[in-house]
């Protein structure tokens, strides 16, 4: 059963910016701070961001300034603004509640910074 839906990756140059999307049903956004976290290749997977339900934001030290992290709760989607992107940001992105929930990941959206 998909429930998190992550979108809006891609091939961008050092410097560029992305939008990441994630869409999921009411019953995850409704009561969940909710995350975007990131996995390079050899690497674990990392909290980059987190919201919760009021706007309240966190994010990892190396994309402070950089990112900002958004939710739209009526139309049950979080996003991902990435800003000053650099090649040590690529990385399969993906969303889920904060803490996680196992059951929740998705295929994520990679991105890769790249001249």
């Known amino acids: 059963q998909v429930q998190l839906v992550e979108s809006g990756g891609g091939l961008v140059q050092p410097g560029g910016a992305l939008r990441l999307s994630c869409a999921g049903s009411?019953?995850?956004?409704?009561?969940?701070?909710m995350g975007w976290y990131r996995q390079a290749p050899g690497k674990q997977r990392e909290l980059v961001a987190s919201?919760?339900?009021?706007?309240?934001?966190n994010y990892v030290d190396s994309v402070k300034g950089r990112f900002t992290i958004s939710r739209d709760n009526a139309k049950n989607t979080v996003y991902l603004q990435m800003n000053t992107l650099k090649p040590e940001d690529t990385a399969v992105y993906y969303c889920?509640?904060?803490?996680?929930?196992?059951?929740?990941w998705g295929q994520g959206t990679q991105v890769t910074v790249s001249s």
């Open positions: 889920n509640t904060y803490p996680y929930d196992r059951s929740y």
């Open positions: 009411r019953s995850i956004f409704s009561i969940n701070v």
């Open positions: 919201i919760t339900r009021s706007g309240s934001t």
